[in-house]
């Protein structure tokens, strides 16, 4: 399974990035997107890291340093490289976990989407809780990858991860998920403010045809759209 993200320059758990990849390598090969900038501040820091140059990014969200890449771009990675195979998008500050099972998500990556839950915790990740407000990493095969849309969604902003299962469901393509401890979040404040929050729920709304919703609402009908659409394996 070949990995993809795009690791931040900064996070606001300093060495936290750092831990997480180094579970993701143990499973397979990381690629990261990057812009070009930032690829020379991260280069060294994660030398087994191949890092993908792009200007594929939402730099005018925020503050000029932080280079958001398009989800769009990580997505078709494997396609513009001739990689055929099963992939995983995973946020950089996911570890995964050692119940993390490549075959049984294998068996399901081949019929459509396998997408993940993070189960979070501050210290003690025994007692970590599944979180279900989010999704941080989804596992599919490159077959089904060119039926996306373009959005102007981007890692590391909000929506994505609600609205690209939708978009390959919108497809045809069959959702499936795990309820056990695949992979691990520790805790930290938001990366992101309600202005952001605000703009990518509108614009979300635009995308699934229901420009009357508000980002609260728009977010409650995707979940609950998501919830009855997923097949548990």
């Known amino acids: 399974m070949l990995f993809i993200t795009s690791i931040s320059p900064k996070h606001i758990i300093e060495g936290r990035q750092a831990e997480c990849v180094e579970t993701i390598l ?9 812009h070009p900038d930032e690829i020379e ?9 191949k890092f ?15 280079y958001y890449v398009r989800v769009n771009a ?15 998008i995973i946020n950089s500050d996911i570890e995964i976990g050692e119940k993390f ?3 049984k998500i294998a068996t399901k990556t081949g019929q459509g989407l396998v997408y993940l839950h993070r189960h979070d915790y ?14 941080d990493a989804m596992c599919i095969h490159t077959e089904f990858i060119d039926c996306l849309p373009q959005v102007m969604h981007c890692l590391g902003q909000t929506y994505w991860d609600i609205l690209f299962p939708y978009l390959f469901w919108k497809e045809g393509i069959k959702l499936f998920t795990v309820t056990e401890p695949y992979i691990y979040h520790k805790k930290h404040h ?37 919830e009855t659409s997923t097949t548990i394996i």
């Open 41 to 49: 501040i991260l280069k060294d820091l994660y030398p087994k890291v």
């Open 122 to 135: 501050e210290e003690n990740k025994e007692r970590a809780q599944r979180y279900t407000m989010g999704i």
């Open 101 to 103: 099972d490549t075959g």
């Open 190 to 226: 938001i990366q992101y403010n309600s202005k952001d929050w605000e703009y990518w729920g509108k614009h979300t709304a635009q995308v699934v045809g229901r420009d009357n919703h508000r980002p609260a609402e728009i977010s409650t009908w995707l979940y609950k759209l998501l």
């Open 26 to 34: 143990q499973k397979g090969d990381l690629h990261s997107l990057n």
């Open 74 to 88: 990580l997505f078709n990675h494997p396609l513009n490289i001739g990689y055929k195979g099963d992939v995983c």
């Open 52 to 66: 993908v140059p792009t200007y594929s990014t939402q730099k005018h969200l925020r503050e000029k340093y932080k």
